[in-house]
């Protein structure tokens, strides 16, 4: 039996895919590489010495999609794949909806034709919008504030409806907080197109020379220092909780998780870290706040510790110095 990873090739499915076959698991994965790249499969093969079945597929073509069920014994999904740029969603909310939602639309049906009933869904803590308090709980009240994050709560609600029409699903909705750092090989991070919106890749780059500062984006928030703070968790933490979250998975219905660490660190934080643990200097500059933003977004993670028996053991300093160490080896 495999477990067919969507979005495999991604910055957050590659790092799993590592983390599962190194558990033993036989993996397939299915990606139209719009975000991501095919060599990234090498990288998975040198690190693991197993060369998973890569099918270069797009989730809106459902004869793509049944191809892979039809050639492959998939008795579980992990489900990755999808858009996640907040800014670009709100320029380009019709394809958001599209990609995110009918993309997972066909492989749910896809999964359902054939006896394929478990599935981990990669949710985000943007399904929280703005809290009233932290740290987050799972039963915190929904909300969002951009199109990415309403395709992620409108999937999530597809599927507690799914389960509740047929009892042979299991579903694991893992909302995870702000994953940064990269595997220690520097073979696999995560290299966004463009300008990067999120802070650890910008950071990176300002570091390496190809951006000239880092906006630091408001300096009068009601925290410690002002700065924006936030549940930074090690990608490869994020990769052990999915493979604990197969656990509840032998429970039918929805199983709800946060993935953090439960600390909420500050940018000034990150900048600090990271110019103390790579020995580099960060120039930045303090700017406007950016529409949308909240002051503190930290997470509850003890469900996913009593209930999985996970917990994310790596520090800030490791996020730092994972995250140097694949950039310079871009
Ligand atoms: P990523 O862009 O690196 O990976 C997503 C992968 O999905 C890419 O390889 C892309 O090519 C693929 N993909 C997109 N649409 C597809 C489609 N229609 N068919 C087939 N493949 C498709 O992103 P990531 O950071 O690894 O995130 C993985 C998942 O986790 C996403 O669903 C994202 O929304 C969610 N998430 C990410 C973060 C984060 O900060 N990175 C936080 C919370 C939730
Ligand atoms: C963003 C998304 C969120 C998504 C998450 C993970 C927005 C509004 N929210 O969250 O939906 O789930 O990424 O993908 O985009 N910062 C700077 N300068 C920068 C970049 C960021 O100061 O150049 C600050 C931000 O203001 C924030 C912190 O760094 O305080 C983290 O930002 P980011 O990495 O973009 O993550 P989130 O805002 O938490």
Same mark, same amino acid.
């Given at each position: 039996m495999a477990v067919l990873v969507t979005g495999g090739t991604g910055y957050i499915g590659s790092h799993t895919c590592v983390e599962f076959i190194q558990k033993g698991q036989e993996l397939v994965i299915l990606d139209n590489l719009c975000n991501s790249k095919a060599e990234v499969v090498d990288h998975i093969e040198t690190l693991t010495g197993i060369r998973p079945r890569f099918y270069k597929a797009d989730l809106l073509d459902i004869d793509a999609v049944k191809k892979v069920f039809d050639e492959n014994d998939i008795d579980t999904v992990i489900h990755f794949a999808g858009l996640k740029a907040v800014g670009e969603s709100v320029a380009k909310p019709l394809e958001y909806y599209t990609n995110n939602i009918v993309g997972t639309l066909n492989l749910l049906s896809e999964m359902r034709k054939h006896n394929c009933f478990n599935l981990i869904f990669s949710s985000?803590?943007?399904?929280?919008? +703005?809290?009233?308090?932290?740290?987050?709980?799972?039963d915190f009240e929904l909300t969002t504030t951009n199109p990415y994050g309403t395709t992620k709560l409108y999937i999530e609600q597809i599927l507690k409806d799914l389960c509740v029409s047929d009892n042979r699903f299991s579903v694991v909705l893992l909302r995870y907080f702000n994953p940064i750092g990269a595997h220690e090989s520097g073979l696999l991070g995560d290299n966004p197109n463009g300008?990067?919106?999120?802070l650890m890749p910008y950071v990176t780059r300002v570091a390496k020379g190809i951006l000239p500062h880092l906006n630091v984006?408001?300096?009068?928030?009601?925290t410690p220092d002002g700065t924006g703070v936030r549940d930074y968790i090690h990608v490869l933490d994020l990769a052990s909780g999915h493979y604990a979250a197969? +656990?509840?998975?032998?429970?039918?219905g929805v199983h709800i998780y946060n993935l953090g660490t439960g600390n909420g660190y500050s940018v000034l934080d990150i900048i600090n870290a990271f110019e103390r643990v790579n020995d580099v200097k960060i120039p930045y500059q303090i700017a406007e706040r950016r529409p949308g933003d909240i002051a503190e977004c930290y997470a509850d993670a003890s469900k996913a510790e009593f209930e999985l028996g996970w917990k994310a053991i790596r520090s800030l300093d490791d996020m730092c110095a994972s995250a140097w160490n694949f950039e310079k080896n871009l």
């Amino acid at each position: 039996m495999a477990v067919l990873v969507t979005g495999g090739t991604g910055y957050i499915g590659s790092h799993t895919c590592v983390e599962f076959i190194q558990k033993g698991q036989e993996l397939v994965i299915l990606d139209n590489l719009c975000n991501s790249k095919a060599e990234v499969v090498d990288h998975i093969e040198t690190l693991t010495g197993i060369r998973p079945r890569f099918y270069k597929a797009d989730l809106l073509d459902i004869d793509a999609v049944k191809k892979v069920f039809d050639e492959n014994d998939i008795d579980t999904v992990i489900h990755f794949a999808g858009l996640k740029a907040v800014g670009e969603s709100v320029a380009k909310p019709l394809e958001y909806y599209t990609n995110n939602i009918v993309g997972t639309l066909n492989l749910l049906s896809e999964m359902r034709k054939h006896n394929c009933f478990n599935l981990i869904f990669s949710s985000s803590a943007t399904v929280y919008g +703005k809290p009233k308090t932290v740290p987050i709980k799972e039963d915190f009240e929904l909300t969002t504030t951009n199109p990415y994050g309403t395709t992620k709560l409108y999937i999530e609600q597809i599927l507690k409806d799914l389960c509740v029409s047929d009892n042979r699903f299991s579903v694991v909705l893992l909302r995870y907080f702000n994953p940064i750092g990269a595997h220690e090989s520097g073979l696999l991070g995560d290299n966004p197109n463009g300008i990067p919106n999120n802070l650890m890749p910008y950071v990176t780059r300002v570091a390496k020379g190809i951006l000239p500062h880092l906006n630091v984006f408001g300096n009068d928030y009601d925290t410690p220092d002002g700065t924006g703070v936030r549940d930074y968790i090690h990608v490869l933490d994020l990769a052990s909780g999915h493979y604990a979250a197969l +656990k509840a998975l032998s429970e039918r219905g929805v199983h709800i998780y946060n993935l953090g660490t439960g600390n909420g660190y500050s940018v000034l934080d990150i900048i600090n870290a990271f110019e103390r643990v790579n020995d580099v200097k960060i120039p930045y500059q303090i700017a406007e706040r950016r529409p949308g933003d909240i002051a503190e977004c930290y997470a509850d993670a003890s469900k996913a510790e009593f209930e999985l028996g996970w917990k994310a053991i790596r520090s800030l300093d490791d996020m730092c110095a994972s995250a140097w160490n694949f950039e310079k080896n871009l």
